[in-house]
């Protein structure tokens, strides 16, 4: 009954002024023999674009005064219609490839109004409606491919670059990375970031993989680190100032380096005295998710980077000795707080360290770092510990 019920709204949506119950009888009858599931969906999506969307978003009038341009309408703020919002998120995890594409002119002003809004929590949200319009673009795109794998994927990037709302897009986010502290409360950082780099990652899909020709992923990769990451941790007094964003910031660290792969290389200058200031700052368990955070980029930077990182391995190990010194002096007062979680992690980077210095192909490269190892845990009590994950034998 209800699969006949979906068949007779979507009829009805699709032909509005019909008071004939036979047509629709008939169309029931043909629903038997044919897959019409997803159907009402799309002409709800569409119906909902159309009409209940617009008149929460007017075209106001242009001006280039801020403050002016806060006081004009905006029913789609008003709290009685949230449920248009709603609607919106709804219509756009609903929508196919194809359909998104037709109804990219209706899509495309609420999500651009409220990311260009002036108060952080409706730029968040704008945020949120362009990840997800992208996630499912590419996944649709995807889905696609395995039927047409010469065209459809390749579809769905040249339209968006086609049509130029790749550089719209770009040109709309990655100023947001500029909402940090001082100007920017941390609390409202943290909501807005967390949405903007999901977007702005997502958004990195739709440009190709060729570098010879214009704009490419591993620009465009490059420049969400460059600006996204390394420049808002600069611009702190030190990345503990404002612990919450720190932490968001270096768990989108693994994130981009997966997609970036060897391309990583290029960045350790700044990366590693990034991650070993953060391990070593002297407070740095007063912040366990923040030095979690970090030591997992820290693992994500050996995966990726690794045959550069013999080079970096001082200033690696100086950053994992420090906080692994502090974490035996934690455990051994009696009201020490866990760091168990903590010293797992450094294990591990220090496992991996070890397989990346004994893989390298460099003469009396693996022997100095058996004897950096010696030195190490002879250095102190506890640091023995240390090298427990690694592999390979230790004299």
């Known amino acids: 009954m209800k699969e006949a019920l979906d068949v007779v709204m979507a009829w009805q949506l699709r032909n509005p002024d019909a008071t004939d119950a036979a047509a629709a009888i008939e169309a029931v009858k043909v629903s038997r023999s044919e897959q019409t599931d997803s159907e009402l969906s799309l002409r709800l999506a569409s119906h909902f674009l159309q009409l209940t969307i617009p008149p929460l978003f007017p075209q106001n009038k242009p001006t280039s005064n801020a403050l002016e341009a806060s006081r004009q309408p905006a029913p789609w703020k008003d709290a009685g219609n949230q449920y248009g919002l709603d609607l919106l998120e709804w219509a756009i995890s609903t929508l196919d490839r194809k359909t998104m594409e037709a109804k990219w002119h209706l899509l495309m002003p609420p999500i651009l109004k409220m990311m260009d809004d002036v108060v952080v929590e409706w730029k968040a949200r704008g945020c949120h409606m362009l990840s997800l319009l992208l996630g499912n673009l590419h996944q649709t795109s995807g889905e696609d491919d395995t039927k047409k794998p010469s065209t459809a994927s390749q579809g769905s990037t040249n339209f968006v670059q086609r049509t130029g709302y790749h550089n719209i897009f770009a040109e709309a986010l990655l100023p947001m990375f500029t909402y940090i502290p001082s100007i920017t409360p941390e609390g409202e950082s943290v909501a807005l970031l967390r949405e903007v780099f999901p977007a702005v990652i997502a958004l990195a899909q739709f ?6 020709k214009g704009d490419s992923q591993e620009r465009f990769l490059d420049r969400i680190l460059r600006e996204g990451v390394l420049s808002p941790l600069a611009h702190f007094p030190t990345p503990s100032s404002y612990p919450e964003l720190a932490t968001l910031i270096m768990s989108q660290v693994p994130i981009l380096l997966g997609r970036m792969g060897i391309d990583t290389v290029k960045h350790l200058p700044d990366l590693v005295p990034l991650m070993s200031t953060i391990l070593r700052e002297p ?18 930077v ?20 420090m906080l692994w010194g502090r974490c035996v002096e934690e455990r051994k007062k009696a009201d020490g ?18 397989a990346v210095m004994l893989a390298t192909e460099t003469d009396g490269l693996g022997e100095a770092w058996e004897r950096e190892k010696r030195d190490v845990m002879q250095a102190s009590l506890g640091y023995e510990e240390l090298f427990a994950e690694c592999v390979t034998k230790r004299d």
């Open 283 to 300: 407070f740095a368990l007063g912040h366990k998710r923040l030095l979690l955070s970090t030591l997992g980029a820290l693992q994500s």
């Open 302 to 321: 050996l995966l990726n980077a690794w045959p550069r990182l013999p080079a970096y391995r001082g200033a690696i190990m100086m950053g994992i000795c």
């Open 207 to 212: 440009l190709p993989s060729d570098t010879s």
């Open 337 to 354: 707080q866990d760091v168990e979680d903590v010293t797992k992690q450094v294990q591990e980077s220090v496992a991996m360290m070890d």
